[in-house]
């Protein structure tokens, strides 16, 4: 550093506490006193700040980043310049550091605090983001660390853009105390305020322990990568001291559990590179905002494509089943069918799709699970998606194939009575587009909560192929000709008088019985014709929806 002597150890001392281990910022004593006061602490200040941004770019150093590496994982800023346009990123509050002095931790700061927050692009479409930093005091979360969150909240809700959390983090930072549990508090607070006014999505990419756990799972989706994010309210090692249940943290809380089990995750990928691709697909998909319709893409598939596999693609045998993500595809545009939770509640299918280079929500009754019957965890997994889509102007497309409610104890005793109603409060609460498409059955309260004309809907057409009637031929018979002896001529009757299309297209309750291989037009020319649809729900506070 400086030269001793004349005062030199006073210049030598304050340099080395500003600069330690930095021999770039050494400068004779003598060339320091030529310089002028003015350009002397110029010269300090721009050291300073230059160490500095160093070290909040270095973040916890090159032997906890090889760590994270070893572990499969990015680190935070490599995986915002795979997740943002090139060059895009600008950076918030890179200097911060905590305020903590207890437990040695005074001494111990590191500029950005473990967590780096700014917003950039994702093709060219503005998005504020923040990643936790593991290689920064285990990404935990300090009161500072917090506030570095919620400048950038507040501004994605200022300018009207969403906000990508991507989570890997120890938890509270204990040293902090209640700070670092007031941080948590105040950003579920941020999370409430700004849900259905931006989009917020989160990428789990390491732990997420605690209450952190509640921040993602009140934004809108959640992604998980295999093998490397866990979540869970509580440990392994409390799990095993209150219950005496030896579990592993993959078991407990592991991104194949929470995409197929509990459904948490919306998706679940194979490495964090897989899953920022993909979290940058499926941003492509959303509006920037509630004030914002949904992007519209440039396509090259037909309006007017007809596809004449659609014609015969439902067997003949009402018992067999058929895959209605082929009907999906072959009716939206190619190649655009992004699906949400596949692996939680395939009995039903949501997702966001295209037509004619318009996002719109896709629901549909899978037949190749339960029959496509609708149980607790599908009817909450399409209300919050039907929810969303409502919220951001999205249309709604419903593709119908539902014999009921799936039966038994399991189910009445747990409650499908509340969670099914969510889904008819979902459907009838939204004010969106909303075009219906029954391909086959349709049967009683089932078909009355998928979008059913009476609740609003605004095209509901059928196939030929449709059955709509409060239940099946062979059940319907067996109860109304209890004691009869003909029973497979009454079925025939039945299913003639009363489950055709044609029955509810003479009492408007079909607004058409359509060929099936014209499905993609005529559903193109409604949303065109009802792209400025404007409906208003009766004035209140809140609805008391059945959670």
Not at 16 to 28: A, E, G
Not at 154 to 169: H, R
Not at 349 to 354: A, H, I, K, N
Not at 355 to 380: E, F, H, I, K, R
Request: net charge neutral.
């Amino acid at each position: 550093m400086f030269m001793h002597g004349g005062g030199g150890w006073r210049h030598s001392r304050i340099a080395y506490s500003l600069f330690p281990s930095v021999p770039d910022h050494t400068m004779s004593l003598c060339a320091f006193r030529s310089l002028r006061l003015p350009y002397r602490r110029l010269w300090y200040s721009t050291s300073a700040i230059e160490f500095k941004r160093q070290q909040a770019l270095d973040g916890g150093g090159a032997a906890k980043r090889d760590a994270q590496h070893a572990k499969g994982k990015l680190t935070a800023r490599e995986r915002l310049d795979l997740l943002l346009d090139q060059g895009s990123f600008r950076e918030y509050d890179a200097f911060v550091e905590h305020e903590c002095v207890d437990f040695g931790m005074g001494s111990n700061k590191i500029a950005g605090d473990g967590v780096v927050a700014g917003h950039g692009t994702i093709h060219g479409r503005r998005v504020f983001v923040y990643s936790q930093d593991f290689t920064v005091f285990g990404g935990s979360l300090s009161r500072t660390n917090a506030n570095k969150i919620l400048k950038v909240m507040d501004q994605a809700m200022l300018v009207g853009a969403p906000v990508i959390g991507l989570q890997d983090s120890g938890g509270a930072r204990i040293q902090e105390g209640v700070d670092s549990l007031a941080g948590y508090a105040s950003i579920f607070q941020k999370n409430v305020l700004a849900s259905g006014v931006i989009p917020q999505l989160s990428l789990i990419m390491g732990p997420c322990a605690g209450g952190a756990v509640y921040s993602p799972a009140l934004t809108d989706f959640t992604f998980m990568v295999r093998d490397t994010s866990h979540m869970f309210v509580t440990g392994p090692d409390v799990v095993m001291a209150v219950t005496n249940e030896n579990v592993s943290q993959e078991t407990l809380g592991g991104a194949s559990v929470h995409a197929t089990k509990s459904g948490v995750a919306h998706n679940a990928f194979s490495n964090d590179m897989e899953a920022i691709q993909r979290m940058r697909d499926f941003f492509d998909y959303l509006p920037l905002s509630n004030r914002e319709k949904p992007p519209v893409r440039a396509f090259e598939d037909p309006v007017d494509r007809q596809d004449e596999a659609l014609d015969t693609l439902v067997p003949s045998n009402p018992n067999r089943a058929y895959d209605m993500r082929e009907v999906i595809h072959r009716i939206a545009d190619r190649h655009s069918f992004f699906e949400i939770g596949p692996d939680h509640a395939p009995n039903i299918l949501v997702g966001f799709s295209r037509m004619a280079g318009q996002t719109v929500g896709m629901v549909a009754n899978q037949p190749l699970v339960s029959s496509g019957a609708l149980d607790m965890d599908a009817s909450v997994k399409a209300a919050r998606f039907i929810r969303f889509c409502d919220a951001f102007e999205i249309p709604i497309i419903s593709f119908v194939d539902v014999p009921g409610f799936l039966p038994g104890t399991t189910q009445e005793h747990s409650g499908i009575i509340r969670h099914g109603a969510k889904l008819v409060y979902a459907y009838c609460e939204a004010t969106v587009p909303k075009l219906t498409v029954i391909t086959r059955k349709a049967y009683g309260g089932a078909y009355i909560v998928m979008s059913s004309k009476n609740m609003r809907g605004d095209y509901n057409v059928a196939w030929p192929t449709a059955e709509i009637a409060v239940m099946g031929a062979e059940g319907a018979v067996k109860i109304i000709f209890r004691n009869a002896s003909e029973q497979e001529l009454l079925q025939a009757e039945y299913k003639d008088k009363f489950t055709t299309p044609l029955a509810a297209a003479r009492k408007g309750y079909l607004d058409d019985i359509i060929e099936p291989r014209t499905t993609r037009t005529k559903l193109i020319e409604q949303l065109a014709l009802l792209r400025h649809k404007s409906q208003q729900n009766p004035w209140k506070k809140h609805g008391t929806m059945p959670l």
